[in-house]
């Protein structure tokens, strides 16, 4: 199967760029390059001949149109965002023309596409979104977020993917367009941007500075491991049922103060240092709007498309400690990228 993956170039689409190639699929890779983005993140594949590159912005309709004609997909797997929510905090605009306005451009783009080609039914247009569409949850660890969860996002950034959700739900009833949605819960692994909680973290203990964590740390999350949710994306793309929606997680809950406590117990193990790092730990100021807990009820994807995670969170931690530890130069040559390394997201 011939994919267009949009985002390929950023943290998740680089994992499925990789694991789509291994596993035999041509990609065309569509991605803007903005300032999350890294091509290193797919250097292992870059000279397959499997593997096309294409910078193209998805809010360009006439480079969405001389691409699709060009390189005929069989799929679109569309990851493509602003993805960071204290970023979505301090400039909504960029989310909103990127995540609602960029969709659209895409929906419109491979709708055009899809007709001229006859509507074939194997089209998949599969769009890639998160857990924070449906809002917050209370501690109690019996709710959970199902696909019938009624959307409620609280931030710019999940209300923008909530936006795109149904925006994609519609195109798929008002004009027949063949998709897919999933929705996930966070990734941590390697080639995270270091800008996110994960690398933030492992980054700031290995240069000996404050371990930040916004408010008291109780917010629940859960996590999932970026090869994992890849798999999963791929399992959703060649067996989900049409026009239907998947919830992805990594069946493991842990608020983020217990996150970064496992994170130090890691790197205290593979990187000592002169004290435990867990002395670096320091509250500061809460996000607005922070989401208490998100969790997942993976039922959907277990029983009808046999997935399931491969890896605990402390196995996927370890491995992405590891990978931090044997990786300096890629995490370094990004670090002096705008906005990486300053507490952003509190001007609210
Ligand atoms: N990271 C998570 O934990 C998480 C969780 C749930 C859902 N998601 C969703 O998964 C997708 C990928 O997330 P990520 O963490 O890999 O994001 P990322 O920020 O690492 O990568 C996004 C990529 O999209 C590209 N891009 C941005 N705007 C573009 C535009 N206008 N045109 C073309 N390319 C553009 C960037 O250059 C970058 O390569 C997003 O849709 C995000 O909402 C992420």
Not at 25 to 30: A, D, K, M, S
Not at 120 to 136: A, K, L, N, Q, W
Not at 171 to 190: K, Q, R
Not at 239 to 267: M, Q
Request: charged fraction near 20%; hydrophobic fraction near 40%.
């Amino acid at each position: 199967m011939k994919i267009l993956i949009t985002g390929g170039a950023g943290f998740i689409g680089s994992a499925v760029v990789r694991q789509a190639i291994a596993a035999g699929h041509g990609v065309v890779n569509l991605d803007a390059l903005t300032y999350a983005a890294c091509l290193e993140n797919v250097a292992s594949v870059a000279d397959s001949p499997l593997y096309h590159f294409e910078q193209a912005d998805i809010r360009d309709p006439a480079a969405l149109a001389r691409i699709f004609a060009a390189h005929r997909p069989d799929a679109v797997m569309h990851l493509a965002a602003e993805s960071h929510v204290d970023r979505s905090i301090d400039g909504p605009g960029a989310f909103i023309e990127t995540n609602i306005t960029g969709t659209y451009i895409l929906l419109e783009a491979a709708r055009a596409y899809w007709l001229a080609e006859g509507r074939p039914e194997s089209f998949r247009f599969h769009h890639i979104s998160t857990d924070e569409v449906f809002g917050s949850l209370p501690a109690d660890p019996d709710v959970q977020f199902t696909e019938d969860t009624a959307y409620d996002p609280r931030s710019p950034y999940s209300a923008s993917k909530a936006a795109s959700d149904h925006l994609v739900r519609a195109w798929h009833e008002t004009y027949g367009l063949p998709v897919v949605l999933s929705n996930c819960s966070n990734n941590y692994g390697p080639y995270h941007f270091p800008e996110k909680l994960v690398p933030v973290i492992v980054l700031n203990a290995l240069a000996g500075k404050p371990l930040p964590i916004y408010g008291n740390g109780a917010n629940v999350r859960d996590w999932l491991y970026v090869e994992d949710h890849a798999d999963a994306l791929l399992t959703v793309l060649t067996k989900g049922a049409l026009g239907r929606s998947y919830n992805i997680g990594g069946e493991n809950e842990r608020s983020n103060l217990e996150l970064v406590r496992t994170l130090c117990a890691i790197l205290d193990e593979l990187r000592p240092g002169p004290r435990p790092y867990a002395e670096l730990i320091t509250h500061v100021t809460d996000r607005p709007g922070h989401d208490a807990r998100y969790a997942i009820d993976p039922s959907r994807i277990r029983e009808e498309l046999g997935w399931r995670p491969s890896v605990t969170v402390e196995e996927g931690l370890r491995r992405t400690v590891q990978w931090y530890l044997d990786n300096e130069p890629w995490w370094r040559a990004l670090q002096d990228r705008a906005g990486v390394g300053e507490r952003l997201g509190v001007s609210a």
